[in-house]
């Protein structure tokens, strides 16, 4: 068996995968169960000083062909008192003292708010405090959540505040709705960060009901701007926690959009020591780990790696300026036999790229190389895999 076994901070995990902050952290109860099955660690789903009244309902399918691709939500805070955390924290590191667990606090740019929130989680054994300046929907217009996030100066003084209080790691959950995430990594940084989270949910408009014309999620017959979560939003994590471990140099857990064992070697490979999962967990559950912890041994077993250490910022080096990107080498779209005629790429390279593929229906087609660009459109739309870029 491979080493799964990570260090964060201190901190030993003794695989890299964490629950989210979200609904599957929502009571010790839940967490534990999620423990049992093999997680390696979890934050709580975030903690402020009042108990949030949620909407109902808050969640929204983003649906594409009748699967579901992503998720909408308008979700709040934990429903649950400060005390009662205090009580489930405990409850959690009583059962399972080898299992980092984070706790998510979040308040508005009240110095004594942070610290009151901080030491009760402190006091009832958190292994670390993980800020959530970057909740997008609800908690912005109470100058929480992502108001803080979006806000360099105000990031680093809420740092600097739980810091005076601070006996475990500093772990700031970053917002992806930013012009510049490392701008905002580097300031939390420079006022003491231990380490750094990213993405929170992606600010969104979920759908438009076509009977009501109602926006969605529709509550009372109107809606918000929420946190759109899930498959679709990964490319975007994978971007800010390449781009704040580039930055900063500091650990990063990195989540969004995470659904395999492969996603989660991506994001390791881009510089996360942990991954973190959310919406997945939603909708399969906490037996899903099973099949992370197997795929991700296996993948290393292979490629005859010892330790999932030695992937973790593997990719780092491999990401670039775009004027650092080489013209070398060329590359043409190269078609074999498999090809059945089916004729997509013909209609994708006509009016999507260069008029370079034609054929007839059921036979295989023909590339012209001189009018081929090397885009790889035709390559995308094959459902065969018929079709291949070839270096010239
Ligand atoms: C219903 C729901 C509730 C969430 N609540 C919180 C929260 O309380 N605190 C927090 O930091 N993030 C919260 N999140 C954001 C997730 O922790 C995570 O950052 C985001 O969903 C992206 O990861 P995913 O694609 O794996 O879900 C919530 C997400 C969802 C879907």
Known sequence: MANLSVEFVGMHFPNPFMLASAPPTRTAEMIKKAFAAGWGGAVTKSIALEPAQDLQPRLQPIVHRKRNIGMGNVELTTQMTVADWQRDIAEVKSDYPDRPLWASIMDAPVEKNWQRLAEAVQEAGIDALELNVSCPHGMPSKGMGAFIGQNAELTGQVVAWVKKVAKVPIVIKLTPNVSDIAFIAQAAMENGA?????????????????????????????????????PGIKPIALRCVAQIAKATGLPVSGLGGLTTWQDSVEFMAVGATTVQVGTTVMWKGYDIIEEFLQGVNDYLEDKGIAEV???????LPKIVEFPEMPLDPRAKAVVDDSCNGCLLCVVACSDGGYQAISGVKGEVVTIDGEKCDGCSLCMMVCPLGSITMTPE
């Not at 231990?194 to 009977?211: Q, R």
């Not at 250490?309 to 990719?315: D, P, V, W, Y």
Request: charged letters at 10%; one cysteine or more.
């Open 194 to 230: 231990d380490a750094l989270c990213t993405v929170n949910t992606v600010s969104g408009l979920m759908g438009v009901d076509l009977d009501t014309l109602t926006p969605l999620p529709a509550v009372g017959g109107v809606s918000t701007y929420g946190g759109y979560s899930g």
């Open 309 to 315: 250490n030695e992937i973790i910022g593997a990719a």
